[in-house]
């Protein structure tokens, strides 16, 4: 397994969490790390992302400023720490892996473009 996503769960309004991504080191190497997240009937929509060969990132508008991306080379990890959740952040969150061009400083590829997926982790922010 080459990208494993965890840490999601059940969380109060206002709330905090912190999502980790398990990369393999091979994966980990030369590449954007991408976080998304899902909605039943929804298009897969970005969150955030970083270039691990730069140390760029980049965060979607709408997240900004409640969610920040870092890693940890030692444990092979990314995280998307999320705090001030609110109901509309309720989502399967998913990270990816792709080349180091699909994320420079303020943008980031479409979820398409990235070609290594990891299983979801389930997200629900209550009211």
């Known amino acids: 397994v080459q990208l494993q996503a965890s840490g999601g769960g059940l969380v109060q309004s206002g709330g905090s969490l912190r999502l980790s991504c398990a990369v393999s080191r091979a994966t980990l190497d030369l590449t954007a790390i991408g976080w998304f997240r899902q909605v039943p009937g929804k298009e897969r929509e970005k969150v955030s992302c970083i270039n691990t060969y730069e140390g760029t990132t980049s965060i979607e508008d709408s997240v900004k400023g409640r969610l920040f991306i870092s890693r940890d080379n030692a444990k092979n990890t990314v995280y998307l720490q999320m705090n001030s959740l609110k109901p509309e952040d309720t989502a399967v969150y998913y990270c990816?892996?792709?080349?180091?061009?699909?994320?420079?400083?303020?943008?980031?590829?479409?979820?398409?473009?990235?070609?290594?997926w990891g299983q979801g982790t389930q997200v629900t922010v209550s009211s």
């Open positions: 990816a892996a792709g080349g180091v061009s699909l994320c420079v400083d303020q943008a980031m590829g479409v979820p398409y473009t990235f070609d290594l």
